[in-house]
């Protein structure tokens, strides 16, 4: 998907090539949801993390790589050149107009289509799924998984890191215990 976005940005398209993959490049690396990302301000970022509304309206705190903080910083530059000014939120159209939940849900679609993927679902969760599984892959623990993505309990997050075939047998067979005792 991002090489396919950076190849349309040498085209016409260039202002929602860098949008949508900065769009990407977010939920990729927060694990955040499409309703958070979509009503981002630059005034919710910090450089360690994201204040968001979550569900039912509720602020929280997301940390924030520093790669994730560098895309942003990109995107802003970009579109301060862009616009000529500051924009309040962080994803607008090309008038400088916050994206609609709807637009947002547009992005993934369109891409779903350009990339012909078929009987797969492409959306803003599919990648919150994505930034689970590879955050424990990474090594990370479920419990600090669980208070980046914000749930309440932990059998939520176990719906989310649910790990099927090579990736369970390899994680097996890396973090077996009988790999640390001489028998």
Request: hydrophobic share 35%; proline share 2%.
């Amino acid at each position: 998907m991002l090489r396919y976005l950076r190849r349309i940005k040498r085209k016409d398209h260039e202002f929602t090539s860098v949008r949508n993959t900065c769009a990407i490049k977010i939920l990729l690396g927060t694990g955040i949801r499409l309703g958070e990302m979509q009503g981002l301000r630059w005034s919710d970022i910090n450089d360690t993390y994201l204040t968001v509304f979550g569900k039912n309206r509720k602020q929280e705190t997301v940390p924030m790589s520093k790669k994730v903080y560098e895309e942003l910083m990109d995107w802003k530059k970009y579109q301060e050149k862009y616009f000529n000014s500051n924009i309040e939120y962080i994803f607008v159209d090309r008038s400088g107009v916050q994206l609609s939940y709807e637009a947002c849900k547009g992005i993934f679609k369109g891409l779903q289509s350009a990339l012909g993927f078929k009987d797969v679902r492409l959306s803003a969760h599919t990648f919150r799924h994505t930034f689970a599984q590879r955050y424990l892959l990474a090594g990370g623990d479920p419990f600090s998984l669980q208070r980046i993505l914000r749930h309440t309990n932990i059998s939520m997050t176990e719906k989310y890191t649910s790990m099927w075939g090579m990736a369970l047998q390899e994680q097996n067979e890396k973090y077996n215990p009988l790999n640390n005792i001489d028998i």
